[in-house]
T-cell receptor, first 114, second 111 residues
Framework: GAGVSQTPSNKVTEKGKYVELRCDPI?????LYWYRQSLGQGPEFLIY????????DSGLPNDRFFAVRPEGSVSTLKIQRTERGDSAVYLC????????????FGPGTRLTVL | KQEVTQIPAALSVPEGENLVLNCSFT??????LQWFRQDPGKGLTSLLL?????REQTSGRLNASLDKSSGRSTLYIAASQPGDSATYLC??????????FGEGTQLTVNP
């Protein structure tokens, strides 16, 4: 596709449930990033993939959060036992090869945990 | 720890006015700085990327400058239009993996 796509655009779930958020990066981009944005704040880094491997997962808040990118393209962010504090917009970005290259963002998934 | 601050937090101007948005960062050892635009309920649109070796970048009515030594960047918008209304975010890249973002400036351009 022409840009980064994310599905679903909105997700409402109940506390304690499991959710998966999907990111489809720009074709050919080897680097993929997940960020989380709370209302009125700038995005905060969660995890960075270079190819299939997580090169930096130091931004994941706790072990309820996990992300995969098994074929080096699409990535899925997984959140177990969701809490109300997980409510935020989850943004995905990709860049051609990581490093100082420009990052291009998707439209985000708005997660609401009731 | 790198901190990025954007001033003002919100700005309202009449159409046609030239305006400046400010971004400051605490660690001057950045590789690049990006300015983004975010419309309500939407993702981020990259506006300008300034490499550490550059002092400014221009795209249409937008001009971004970078002064690494003082830890500052400005985004200049000429002849503002109502369609420029959005939140503007700056982000710095220090190496490794992540961008570090400011909290943004919410701009309203009134017709």
């Amino acid at each position: 596709g022409a840009g980064v796509s994310q599905t679903p655009s909105n997700k409402v779930t109940e506390k304690g449930k499991y959710v998966e958020l999907r990111c489809d990066p720009i074709s050919g981009h080897t680097a993929l990033y997940w960020y989380r944005q709370s209302l009125g704040q700038g995005p905060e880094f969660l995890i960075y993939f270079q190819g299939t491997g997580a090169a930096d997962d130091s931004g994941l808040p706790n072990d309820r959060f996990f992300a995969v990118r098994p074929e080096g393209s699409v990535s899925t962010l997984k959140i177990q036992r969701t809490e109300r504090g997980d409510s935020a917009v989850y943004l995905c970005a990709s860049s051609s090869s990581g490093g100082a290259n420009e990052q291009f963002f998707g439209p985000g998934t708005r997660l609401t945990v009731l | 720890k790198q901190e990025v601050t954007q001033i003002p937090a919100a700005l309202s101007v009449p159409e046609g006015e030239n305006l400046v948005l400010n971004c400051s960062f605490t660690d001057s050892a950045i590789y690049n700085l990006q300015w983004f635009r975010q419309d309500p309920g939407k993702g981020l649109t990259s506006l300008l990327l300034i490499q550490s070796s550059q002092r400014e970048q221009t795209s249409g009515r937008l001009n971004a400058s970078l002064d690494k030594s003082s830890g500052r960047s400005t985004l200049y918008i000429a002849a503002s239009q109502p369609g420029d209304s959005a939140t503007y975010l700056c982000a710095v890249y220090l190496g490794g993996s992540r961008l570090t973002f400011g909290e943004g400036t919410q701009l309203t351009v009134n017709p």
